[in-house]
């Protein structure tokens, strides 16, 4: 497959170090220095787009490449607002967008593992649920967009949970009501990733964790949902890609 790369960071790095792995060639390497080179390539140059760019530019990448008619993976986090409109530009040019907030195979048993427990928390209410994410300093948007699924997970199953309230270290902590789930954002040398689930009483904690070790797990299960995606038309996530 002929694969172009849309955001050449360390995620674009690695993702192009496993697709040559696993015998595709880039199409293109496209960062904010060489935006331009994007108009230079032919329809047919590009099977597949891998979209790992910045929380501001990755909505006018998806669109720019669906309107060429290019199936997009997108695992850029932080710009989920502008998410119905490039849903329904997908389907209004019965196009493919494969979207995740993570890519790695371990994260989405994660995800799972997390509504499963949430389910068995929901006749204790003497339990209460915070989560907390772990990043290196150089990531741009908080929460993680990880840690905003696992509280999607968390809130489809405890109904008193309404909401997640963002907190940083160094900024005014802000109210977390009873109704809300408190996501600590924590900035740390070079973390790839960690998620905390906790549940605390005043007698105990259950908790819940999955680390990173390497940025190799988001960038091999975005090439494979490169690979499923190729011949497809619709709106895709993990769940389609790895079934039950
Ligand atoms: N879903 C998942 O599994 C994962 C998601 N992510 C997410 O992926 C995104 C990228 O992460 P990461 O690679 O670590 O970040 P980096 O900052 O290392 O890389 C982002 C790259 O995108 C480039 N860029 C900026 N603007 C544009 C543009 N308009 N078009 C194309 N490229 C552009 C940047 O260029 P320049 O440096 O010149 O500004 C930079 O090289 C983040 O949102 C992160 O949260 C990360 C890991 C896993
Ligand atoms: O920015 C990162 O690095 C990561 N971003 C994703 C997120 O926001 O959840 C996925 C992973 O945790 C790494």
Redesign the pocket.
Known sequence: MNILL???????KTIEQIALERGHQIAGR????N?ADLANLEPDDVDVVIE????E?AA??ITYCLERNWPVVC????WLNRRPAIEALCERTKGAFFY?????IGVNLFFRLNKVLAQFMRNYPSYHVSMTEIHHT????AP??TAITLAEGVMEQLPGKQRWVSNEPGKEPLPVGEDAIEIESLREGTVPGTHTVRYESDVDRIEIKHVAHS?QG?AL??VIAAEWLVGREGIFGMDDLLGN
């Open positions: 849309l955001g050449y960071g360390k995620m674009g496209i960062d904010a220095d935006y790992f760019s910045s929380p530019s006018e990448n695992g850029t986090t932080g995740a907030s993570n890519y790695s150089e990531k741009k948007d993680s967009g940025r988001f299960g975005a």
